[in-house]
């Protein structure tokens, strides 16, 4: 399982960003997918996850109606977009893929080295 992500970087507040995590190594068409975040001195948040068509996504609350989750099952690529983002979105993100199904939103997963996104005025 290789899973490199990109896409982060310093955003005022209420700005934008689009990350993206290219998968290899398995099939990622047959895969349920996760985004996960880690803050400065916090544990893993499950942030969002979406099914093998893309057509189901789950959010976390704390950033329903902010981030959509996406996928391209032709280009092995997962998405995620971030708008309206705030302070306390300022984490590393990393692309997850759950190591069982059903544990979609509580891990454990595989993931990516991350991506790292800084929300500052």
């Known amino acids: 399982v290789q899973l490199v992500e990109s896409g982060g970087g310093l955003v005022q507040p209420g700005g934008s960003l689009t990350l993206s995590c290219a998968a290899s190594?398995?099939?990622?068409?047959?895969?349920?997918m996760s985004w996960v975040r880690q803050a400065p001195g916090k544990g893993l948040e499950w942030v969002s996850s979406?099914?093998?068509?893309?057509?189901?996504?789950y959010y976390a609350d704390s950033v329903k109606g902010r981030f959509t989750i996406s996928r391209d099952n032709a280009q092995n690529t997962l998405y995620l977009q971030l708008n309206s983002l705030k302070d306390e979105d300022t984490a590393m993100y990393y692309c997850?893929?759950?190591?069982?199904?059903?544990?979609?939103?509580?891990?454990?997963?595989?993931r990516g080295q991350g991506t790292q996104v800084t929300v500052s005025s």
């Open positions: 997850a893929k759950p190591v069982t199904v059903a544990h979609y939103r509580s891990g454990p997963w595989d």
């Open positions: 190594g398995f099939t990622f068409a047959t895969m349920f």
């Open positions: 979406i099914n093998t068509f893309g057509i189901t996504t």
